[in-house]
């Protein structure tokens, strides 16, 4: 697949998504500590940036797996903390519906109470498909088509499935997560719909001069629920916990994206670049990416903070919407037709980038705007939902990918084994596409210079150690890079394990289906 929009895709995702994560990470260090919020970007950067360009992947998934209980453990004491407050579920649906800020008038606007009134349907999880904030056709399509992207194609997952040992583990930790993504409802939408209750004037104003005075921002204070809830309503000793947790949550999600970002850079984009690159300038132009990256999604820190009506939930699930359906349109064609080529793939990605990029430019132009002050953006461009646009710009794709394609010369089947769904079981062996350009990398990376440790001074062993450049071990034989290249090709699973997997997989989705049912 040609690497420009490819990763062009990912990588201006990456920034938006890096925006919002540093943004949200920002608030809670500000409100925790009292500093600017620029200085708290800066703190957030620098301590994650450090562990992540010198550590690279490993280090990422070891402070992965660790502040994942930290999280679990802080975020669990919170809900508890915060139901009790409330005077448990039942009271909490009654005072959400009665959380009306006592300032709704100002600045010579004529508000309309639908702008601080909770929505009626606010417990409900399918919405009006027309009024609604999240309309239910585009959540139950439009979600589906984001996760085509993100869980199946998206590089900060991707990497992490190829590091397992086995396709055993890999399953289970699918799974694993697909349960911990039933939690976040419980653990952090409901703790911020009790911080409205809670602190209604801060966390749901809606004249701009109050927000302006509760939080620094005009466009609202929804964005300051969950880390005010922190803040005012638990205990000191705790407090300091859920800051940990809070901030390994974050750190955790920006450590992720650095060192994807940085991959799919030195791999997908550099390598077209310099294709004789050796190992060393790759792994330093990867580490400098990161570095630029950090100051682009620090320049992105302005617009995440007034889009979507300081929403940032919004904000998260429109910017992906607009950049993650074509991808997601290429990766399901490429599993299921085997018809599609490089060329389908190739302007698929770019006429779908360009529509979601038209849609993206025109609102940090014009504004989402705001229930008080809506936006000028053309109805042509802007009147359609961010969820349903991610469903049209899919199938826009998805025409382009096909028609290029089939107008084009089809992939021969030799380079096509066990890569698509129709030669799955074809145990014949696959010549790939680009294997002389493989062959040229290898070599490159072979020809990298054997200076021994002693040979370097202080500056340079620092330097080479921060890029992860130092000797690792012996060089292996053909025969033992055959042996370990079979190892790690390797998809077989032990029938036992196979079926516990399966199982599980199904279990997950029927909860899951309940859990809809239930709250639908």
């Given at each position: 697949m040609p690497g420009l929009p490819f990763g062009f895709g990912f990588c201006s995702s990456f920034s938006s998504w890096e925006g919002s994560i540093i943004f949200s990470g920002a608030i809670f260090i500000q409100l925790a500590l009292g500093l600017n919020l620029y200085l708290a970007v800066f703190i957030l950067l620098a301590i994650t940036a450090f562990y992540t360009v010198a550590g690279g992947l490993a280090s990422v998934i070891y402070t992965d797996s660790?502040?994942?209980?930290?999280?679990?453990?802080?975020?669990?004491?919170?809900?508890?903390?915060?139901?009790?407050?409330?005077?448990?579920?039942?009271?909490f649906t009654e005072k959400y519906m009665n959380a009306i800020p006592s300032v709704v008038e100002g600045d010579n606007l004529t508000i309309s109470p639908k702008c601080y009134t909770p929505q009626?349907?606010?417990?409900?999880?399918f919405r009006d498909p027309v009024t609604g904030d999240i309309p239910w056709p585009g959540l139950i399509f439009g979600m589906t088509i984001l996760a085509i992207w993100y869980w199946c194609a998206d590089q900060v997952i991707v990497q992490r499935c190829l590091c397992g040992k086995n396709m055993?583990?890999?399953?289970?930790?699918?799974?694993?997560?697909?349960?911990?993504?039933?939690?976040?409802?419980?653990?952090?939408v409901m703790p911020g719909m009790i911080s409205r209750i809670l602190y209604t004037d801060k966390v749901a104003c809606v004249v701009p001069s109050e927000c302006e005075k509760q939080c620094g921002t005009a466009v609202g204070c929804t964005n300051y629920a969950y880390p005010t809830l922190v803040l005012e309503l638990m205990p000191d000793g705790l407090r300091g916990l859920m800051l940990s947790v809070m901030l390994a949550s974050l750190m955790s999600?920006?450590?992720?994206?650095?060192?994807?970002?940085?991959?799919?850079?030195?791999?997908?984009?550099?390598?077209?670049?310099?294709?004789?690159?050796?190992?060393?300038?790759?792994m330093i132009a990867g580490r400098i990416f990161g570095m630029v990256l950090i100051a682009v999604s620090i320049l992105w820190v302005p617009l995440v903070q007034v889009s979507q009506?300081?929403?940032?939930?919004?904000?998260?699930?429109?910017?992906?919407s607009y950049l993650g359906p074509p991808l997601g349109a290429v990766f399901m064609l490429?599993?299921?037709?085997?018809?599609?080529?490089?060329?389908?793939?190739?302007?698929?990605?770019?006429?779908?980038?360009?529509?979601?990029?038209?849609?993206?430019?025109?609102?940090?132009?014009?504004?989402?705007?705001?229930?008080?002050?809506?936006?000028?953006?053309?109805?042509?461009?802007?009147?359609v939902h961010y969820m349903y646009f991610a469903i049209i710009l899919f199938f826009v794709s998805i025409i382009v990918i096909l028609g290029v394609s089939f107008l084009t010369e089809p992939i021969p089947d030799?380079?096509?084994?066990?890569?698509?769904?129709?030669?799955?079981?074809?145990?014949?062996?696959?010549?790939?596409?680009?294997?002389?350009?493989?062959?040229?990398q290898e070599e490159a990376g072979g020809a990298l210079e054997e200076d021994s440790e002693q040979s370097r001074g202080c500056l340079k062993r620092a330097c080479c150690l921060l890029c992860g450049l130092q000797n690792t071990g012996p060089k292996l034989t053909?025969?033992?890079?055959?042996?370990?290249?079979?190892?790690?090709?390797?998809?077989?699973?032990?029938?036992?394990?196979?079926?516990?997997?399966?199982?599980?997989a199904v279990l997950l989705l029927g909860v899951a289906v309940f859990v809809h049912a239930y709250f639908a």
């Open positions: 660790v502040q994942t209980f930290i999280m679990l453990l802080g975020s669990l004491i919170l809900m508890g903390f915060a139901f009790a407050e409330v005077g448990g579920y039942e009271s009626p349907d606010s417990f409900h999880v055993s583990h890999v399953k289970a930790a699918c799974i694993l997560c697909g349960y911990l993504k039933l939690l976040p409802m419980f653990l952090m999600s920006l450590t992720s994206i650095f060192n994807s970002a940085s991959t799919l850079f030195t791999i997908d984009l550099y390598t077209k670049i310099r294709k004789k690159a050796s190992e060393r300038e790759l009506n300081g929403q940032l939930f919004h904000y998260i699930g429109s910017v992906s490429a599993i299921f037709f085997k018809r599609v080529n490089e060329q389908g793939a190739f302007w698929g990605l770019m006429v779908g980038l360009v529509v979601g990029l038209i849609r993206l430019i025109a609102e940090f132009v014009y504004g989402t705007g705001s229930c008080v002050a809506p936006s000028n953006c053309p109805k042509i461009i802007c009147g030799v380079h096509l084994y066990r890569l698509c769904w129709s030669l799955w079981n074809n145990t014949e062996e696959r010549i790939d596409l680009d294997a002389e350009e493989l062959e040229t053909k025969e033992e890079e055959a042996a370990l290249r079979q190892k790690f090709s390797d998809t077989s699973e032990k029938p036992l394990w196979r079926t516990v997997m399966n199982i599980n």
